[in-house]
């Protein structure tokens, strides 16, 4: 039995590292995930931190959020409408994962979510409309705003570690979009949240401030 789960946990992980380089390897992952959840009784934060990696790869955020939630075993909220407590998902039975481990599953998760903003990204070479480019930096920004919740809200709730990598994660997706702006105030949006819990360290580094400056030195 214990051999059944090592061998799943395995090809699964082999499956997620040949997902960053061909995206079909992503499905058979999720489809191994799916073997797992028949033979394990508490999640591995490696096994789906390695799947989250490779759907962040891909900018597949939707899948992802899926992901966490069902190893968290709880819905993670994107927005003031829902709540994590309010519904949880279904696991068989399954232990989800310690929230103490979950931070680096978290950091892909919102990876995920800037790279999906990036991929909507107006292009402007194709799109000469400004109707179309406005509409398209609107459904990027929408997703940079439920990562941004994630992080601000959804996590200190659940007891999740807020690191500099996942703070990065988000700053670094409005740096891609050029909108220094907004990254400057989610990083005094931090600063507080993280001023308000003394025995939390800062996860501020270097990296999340040269984000802003990035995002301001591609904005228009």
Request: charged share 20%; with cysteine.
């Amino acid at each position: 039995d214990c051999y059944q789960k090592d061998v799943l946990s395995f090809v699964t992980m082999i499956a997620a590292e040949s997902a960053m380089t061909e995206e079909s390897a992503v499905d058979a992952a999720l489809m191994m995930i799916d073997e797992m959840e028949k033979e394990i009784d508490v999640w591995d934060p490696r096994v789906i931190g390695s799947v989250l990696n490779a759907l962040a790869h891909w900018g597949r955020a939707e899948e992802a959020l899926a992901l966490l939630s069902r190893a968290m075993v709880f819905n993670i909220a994107t927005d003031p409408s829902s709540h994590s407590s309010d519904e949880s998902v279904t696991s068989s039975g399954i232990k989800g994962l310690n929230p103490t481990n979950a931070s680096p599953c978290y950091d892909s998760l919102l990876r995920a979510f800037a790279k999906c903003a990036l991929l909507r990204r107006p292009d402007k070479k194709k799109i000469k409309h400004s109707s179309n480019k406005n509409a398209k930096m609107a459904s990027a920004t929408e997703v940079l705003s439920r990562a941004r919740y994630i992080l601000l809200t959804h996590m200190p709730e659940v007891g999740i570690q807020t690191t500099n990598h996942t703070c990065n994660a988000v700053l670094s997706g409005y740096s891609a979009l050029g909108m220094g702006t907004e990254a400057e105030q989610l990083l005094l949006e931090i600063e507080t949240l993280l001023s308000q819990s003394s025995s939390r360290p800062s996860a501020l580094d270097t990296a999340c401030y040269n984000s802003v400056l990035h995002g301001y030195s591609r904005d228009k």
